[in-house]
């Protein structure tokens, strides 16, 4: 079992900067890789950003240059910089976790970009 606790959301305005975390334990060395999605008011959870456990990442279109996908080994901690962020950027942002044998979701934390 894996378990994924996510933090750093908040109110920002436009063209700021928020980094959220996912901290994973229990079976952490069971874990292939780790993504970010969103899901915004009345539309379907997207993939947002992942990272391997080898460091390859990966972006959706709409958040390629403004975030990063990082991760910090001996913390178990993924993060996601997001800058310049714009009001369509608001949603509950997910992390996930992979492994052989299934995906462990956490449970969200809001990120709200408004002025």
């Known amino acids: 079992q894996v378990q994924l606790e996510e933090s750093g959301g908040g109110l920002v305005q436009p063209g700021g900067s928020l980094r959220l975390s996912c901290a994973a334990s229990?079976?952490?060395?069971?874990?292939?890789?780790m993504a970010w999605y969103r899901q915004a008011p009345g539309k379907e959870r997207e993939f947002v950003a992942a990272?391997?456990?080898?460091?390859?990442?990966r972006y959706t279109d709409s958040v390629k240059g403004r975030f990063t996908i990082s991760r910090d080994k001996s913390k178990n901690t993924v993060y996601l910089q997001m800058n310049s962020l714009k009001p369509e950027d608001t949603a509950v942002y997910y992390c996930?976790?992979?492994?052989?044998?299934?995906?462990?979701w956490g449970q969200g934390t809001q990120v709200t970009v408004s002025s």
């Open positions: 229990g079976s952490v060395l069971s874990i292939t890789a």
């Open positions: 990272i391997t456990n080898v460091d390859t990442t």
């Open positions: 996930k976790a992979l492994t052989l044998s299934r995906e462990y």
